[in-house]
């Protein structure tokens, strides 16, 4: 078997067969909206109804994304609560003065 420059031949280690070169990296996912935590729920869903994903390793996956929506969510809610605060602030600063 011939080998190019950019191949390397698998070695050998106590009896194992390793790999040349470590597996592909995954995409990184993009988690950052609602959006986007919602739309890969869905794939986690699909892929269990399909059999593609075990159950139990679905149900540890959607817990993990529903953790960081809650967590987008409260942060949502945390700078439209100081952007109202501000406001009001303002607001109640402008009236007293007039």
């Not at 699909?46 to 059999?51: I, M, T, Y």
């Not at 303002?90 to 007293?96: C, D, H, I, L, V």
């Amino acid at each position: 078997m011939k080998h190019s420059g950019k191949d390397k031949p698998a070695q050998v280690i106590e009896g194992q067969v390793m790999p040349a070169c470590p597996p592909p990296k995954l995409p990184r996912l993009r988690l950052g909206t609602l959006r986007e935590v919602r739309r890969e729920m869905a794939k986690v869903y699909e892929e269990v109804r399909r059999l593609k994903l075990p159950s139990q390793e679905g149900t540890r996956l959607i817990y993990m994304l529903t953790a960081i929506s809650n967590q987008i969510r409260d942060t949502e809610l945390e700078q439209r609560i100081e952007k109202l605060e501000k406001a009001s602030e303002e607001f109640r600063t402008k009236n007293r003065t007039t």
